[in-house]
């Protein structure tokens, strides 16, 4: 059974850092995404980062410079390290994970419609 916990979110002011950690559990592939990804209220679910199994890291333009998306294999855990937080990074942050990361010829990793394993999320606050 796949599990995903998240940790490490919380409030801070503008400009702060956060570091979000992602234990994972039950799920071992060798090819596989992992994936950071946030929701507002009243807003869509965006994709923030995703780091695939060749190591290879993408981010949304929003949060580019700004937030740097990890993992520590002999841990089984996905981390997001968020430096100069902004209000508009406020949010329900998600970690996600994936077999695989192409499909039908399309790389996978930001789309968060084609992650099957979630974890329960954690709240960001940033205040101004």
């Known amino acids: 059974q796949v599990q995903l916990v998240e940790s490490g979110g919380g409030s801070v002011h503008s400009g702060g850092s956060l570091r979000l950690s992602c234990a994972v559990s039950?799920?071992?592939?060798?090819?596989?995404?992992m994936g950071w990804f946030r929701q507002a209220p009243g807003k869509e679910r965006e994709g923030v980062a995703a780091?695939?199994?060749?190591?290879?890291?993408t981010y949304a333009d929003s949060v580019k410079g700004r937030f740097t998306v990890s993992q520590d294999n002999a841990k089984n855990t996905l981390y997001l390290q968020m430096d100069s937080l902004k209000p508009e990074d406020t949010a329900m942050y998600y970690c996600?994970?994936?077999?695989?990361?192409?499909?039908?010829?399309?790389?996978?990793?930001?789309?968060?419609?084609?992650?099957?394993?979630w974890g329960q999320g954690t709240q960001v606050t940033v205040s101004s």
């Open positions: 996600a994970a994936e077999i695989g990361f192409y499909r039908g010829g399309l790389y996978i990793c930001q789309r968060s419609d084609e992650y099957r394993f």
């Open positions: 039950g799920f071992t592939y060798s090819r596989y995404c």
């Open positions: 780091i695939d199994s060749t190591g290879t890291k």
